[in-house]
């Protein structure tokens, strides 16, 4: 099984290969969650704000499909 995901705001810095919002094709087991997928990348969880699966907002413990999309977000400020 094969997921797309999206690395965003400095977090394409903690993967290898990765670049800012293109596509990275990783395998994955069946039943994975997204909180599994982000220890098999090496992000912290603590690094993550928020991850959209498929255009949704989703939580870690989302299990995947194949095909899914992934995009991952740190926490951000503004003002």
Not at 54 to 70: F, I, K, S, T, W
Request: charged content about 20%; glycine content about 14%.
């Amino acid at each position: 099984m094969q997921v797309e995901v999206r690395l965003f705001s400095g977090l394409e810095k903690l993967v290898s290969g990765a670049r800012y919002g293109e596509p990275l094709y990783i395998d994955i087991s069946s039943g994975m969650t997204g909180g599994e997928l982000l220890n098999r990348l090496g992000i912290p969880l603590n690094k993550i704000f928020s991850v959209i699966l498929n255009g949704r907002h989703a939580e870690q413990n989302q299990v995947l499909e194949p095909g899914d999309r992934v995009a991952l977000f740190p926490p951000l400020a503004g003002g």
